[in-house]
């Protein structure tokens, strides 16, 4: 009964009624960059999903600054703009959290009347990274909790003892700590407001009602069980297992891979990859203090037939999310998220190595007792179990790299990259199809080094003398940045792009390329 229930509890928390994407900005209006002759009432910020307004913050031409009031209408995010700034370029900070409790945050910039040298937004302390090092030591307590639960139970076959006991302990209740820390962190990253803030109540309100609560929930219950199945007679196998499961699933409610299409496959993926890499994990460190004993060869026996099923497991379900996450493999490798999954694979690589080593080359020495075979297999779980704190590490990052299927929702547009012995530019034609293009270059000399020039015009011509080239003059906004907003481009297909940029009267470089343009 007691198992029935917990198992009970567990799918009830896991299976959510409703699946949102991980959103990103699609546009905005007015256009970055943009100059308007009037001032606009109101800034809207439109989104692949519905998202919920956090911190908006105006810094005016003037020097002003002034708070931000945002509402949040479907898709989009309407920001009332402040009236009577002073003419120029004014900019727009902003922050909002997506569905999957993962905040989002950018910059507008825009001019009214005439430009100006844009401001310069207040860095605050962003809490991600310190949210990142909690998640990954998040995981390595649950991994020594909840991995070694599932260890104990399903090849010990009796609660952990000794060493390893006291190690789980105090994984789980560390585990149970931060993650409860971890909440009032998320709050930080959510408003963007610094440390000393975790003294207020803000951080930990937002926080409580992000889907990282219902992952610290999953932490404690998985803590709980894991100090009850030492406590109590019969029963022990049930509340192992339930612990092992807890442990997985406070993995599986919250983060990007839930979030991607299909959601019952993506939820399946992730409760079972997590299984398997806890308890491959949550392995390693009572193998070390059981190897020298005189039951080693039983349990290595036992676990290695466990291990060779999660193994499977992970590779199946591992090779599934990252099909759901990016959808092609030239996508997973020209992503951010995909070198984050290749650092973690070779990581795995490497763990898969030890692991055949210690199955083909050392368990049967351990098992005849050879003291020689029993030093090597302790060395290498011990270089088995760094790895994993990395691999732990690089599973947290995730949380910093937006899969690639939500990254082409948002980003359209042309790269270019042009270059010649005296300067580079780096040019963005956005979105890059027929139609209204902003035109962004970052320019610099050929050492990276700023490069001063007077002024810059983009042209754009076709090999076919259709058309007369179509000329714009760039606008520096500062930071060796210029841009040419609102270039109409009226066909598809290939253009001549050629930067004229006057460095002084007697001096001009210019800089050509191609790009193609969509319907």
């Known amino acids: ?283 390693l460190v009572p193998l070390l203090w059981l190897v020298p004993t005189p039951q080693a060869g039983r349990i290595l026996s036992r676990f290695s037939s466990v291990a060779m099923a999660a193994v499977a497991v992970l590779v199946i379900t591992g090779s599934g999310l990252a099909w759901l996450q990016s959808g092609s493999f030239v996508a997973l490798v020209e992503s951010d998220y995909g070198r984050l999954l290749g650092v973690k694979l070779v990581l795995f690589a490497l763990l898969l190595v030890l692991a055949a080593w210690n199955r083909l080359r050392l368990t049967s020495a351990v098992t005849a007792g050879a003291v020689r075979a029993v030093a090597a297999m302790r060395f290498s779980i011990r270089i088995e179990i760094c790895l994993a704190v990395l691999i732990l590490i690089a599973a947290a990052g995730f949380r910093l790299t937006p899969p690639t299927r939500a990254v082409d929702v948002a980003v359209s547009g042309l790269d270019l990259h042009l270059h010649d012995p005296a300067a580079i530019a780096l040019v963005r034609v956005e979105p890059g199809t027929v139609g209204a293009n902003d035109i962004r270059i970052d320019l610099s000399k050929a050492d990276g080094a700023p490069l001063a020039v007077r002024g810059m015009e983009v042209s754009f011509s076709r090999n076919d003398d259709a058309l007369e080239p179509i000329r714009a003059t760039a606008e520096s906004v500062g930071g060796g940045r210029w841009s040419a907003p609102f270039v109409l481009l009226p066909l598809a297909g290939e253009w001549t792009i050629s930067l004229r940029i006057l460095v002084s009267d007697f001096e001009q470089i210019t800089l050509t390329g191609t790009v193609n343009l969509d319907d």
């Open 1 to 283: 009964m007691l198992m029935q229930r917990l198992v009970l509890l567990l799918l009830a928390v896991l299976l959510p009624q409703t699946v949102l994407a991980h959103a990103q900005l699609r546009e905005t209006e007015p256009a970055a960059h943009v100059l308007l002759d009037t001032e606009p009432t109101e800034v809207v910020l439109d989104f692949s999903e519905p998202v919920a307004p956090t911190a908006f913050r105006w810094f005016g031409p003037g020097g002003e600054v002034v708070e931000g009031r945002a509402v949040a209408r479907d898709r989009q995010i309407v920001v009332a703009a402040p009236q009577g700034l002073n003419e120029g370029t004014r900019l727009l900070s902003w922050r909002v959290v997506s569905a999957d409790g993962h905040p989002i945050g950018g910059s507008l910039v825009f001019s009214v009347g005439r430009r100006s040298e844009p401001p310069v937004a207040a860095a605050g302390e962003r809490a991600g990274v310190i949210a990142v090092a909690l998640r990954a030591a998040v995981f390595v307590g649950l991994a020594l909790g909840a991995g070694g639960a599932g260890f104990a139970a399903l090849v010990l076959g009796r609660p952990l003892a000794g060493p390893a006991r006291v190690t789980q302990q105090a994984g789980s209740v560390a585990a149970g700590l931060l993650a409860l820390l971890s909440i009032g962190v998320q709050g930080l990253d959510l408003f963007a407001l610094p440390v000393p803030a975790l003294l207020t109540l803000q951080p930990w309100r937002a926080g409580l009602q992000s889907p990282l609560a219902w992952s610290c929930l999953f932490v404690l219950l998985a803590g709980a069980a894991v100090i009850l199945s030492g406590r109590i007679r019969h029963g022990t196998a049930a509340v192992q297992l339930a612990a092992f499961g807890f442990g997985a699933g406070s993995i599986a409610v919250a983060g990007h891979a839930l979030t991607a299409d299909p959601a019952w496959l993506a939820q399946v993926l992730v409760f079972l990859h997590a299984l398997a890499l806890l308890f491959w994990i949550g392995a």
